[in-house]
């Protein structure tokens, strides 16, 4: 119970998600309780706040309390400045960069079918949600861009295999036709290489 109790007072004071690996660092060494026992206070506190309008939730960085969806329209009045608003070519941008990293700029523009501006590159990587990865070898060694945890954090998810489907983003038709049917061919280009792949693994197996 002690346990518990103290990991709510560090998520709750603390100013960004924290891990079980965190969380169990700021006990002292002779007091330190396993991973187990930190996680299962986690899960008690998750389920103590279920049907409050805060919960804690799990985010790619760790855990943090925040205020529950519904409960935003409300909380957002005691804010005077307006959450950000962005353009539809930044959120297309990054879509992208999501569902294909890791990506140059050469094959955002190809997909997009114009030009990306280095501002809305710059914005994206001052806002922490891309970063280069790598640089692509081919002449002038362009740089890869993918995302990071902090723009999981931003859109509350764990990792990326909770982004929606591209059929559900078609569907409420955030992103041109195009775009959308260029990443799909893509996706499903890389599935029927895994499957294939895995197809032939007994295959082989028998062989040797």
Not at 46 to 63: N, T
Not at 164 to 183: G, K, R
Request: glycine share 4%.
């Amino acid at each position: 119970m002690e346990t518990k109790r103290i990991v709510e007072a560090l998520l709750f004071a603390a100013d960004r998600p924290m891990t079980v690996k965190q969380l169990q660092n700021v006990f002292p060494e002779l007091e330190r309780p396993d991973s187990g026992e930190i996680q299962a206070a986690i899960e008690a506190i998750i389920e103590d706040y279920r049907q409050r309008p805060v919960g804690l939730c799990l985010v790619a960085s760790g855990y943090r309390f925040q205020v529950r969806e519904e409960m935003a329209p409300w909380v957002s009045r005691l804010f005077a400045e307006k959450p950000p608003k962005y353009s539809r070519a930044l959120l297309e941008t990054i879509a992208i960069i999501a569902y294909r990293q890791p990506v140059t700029r050469g094959d955002i523009e190809d997909i997009r079918g114009v030009s990306v501006s280095s501002n809305m590159l710059r914005t994206l990587l001052e806002r922490e949600w891309i970063k280069v990865v790598a640089h692509k070898e081919t002449p002038g060694r362009p740089a890869l861009y993918g995302t990071t945890r902090q723009f999981l954090d931003y859109f509350n998810l764990a990792s990326l295999s909770e982004l929606p489907t591209l059929q559900e983003i078609q569907e409420i038709q955030e992103f041109e036709p195009a775009s959308i049917n260029t990443i799909q061919s893509d996706q499903e280009q890389s599935e029927n290489q895994a499957e294939e792949e895995q197809a032939d693994a007994p295959v082989a197996a028998s062989i040797e």
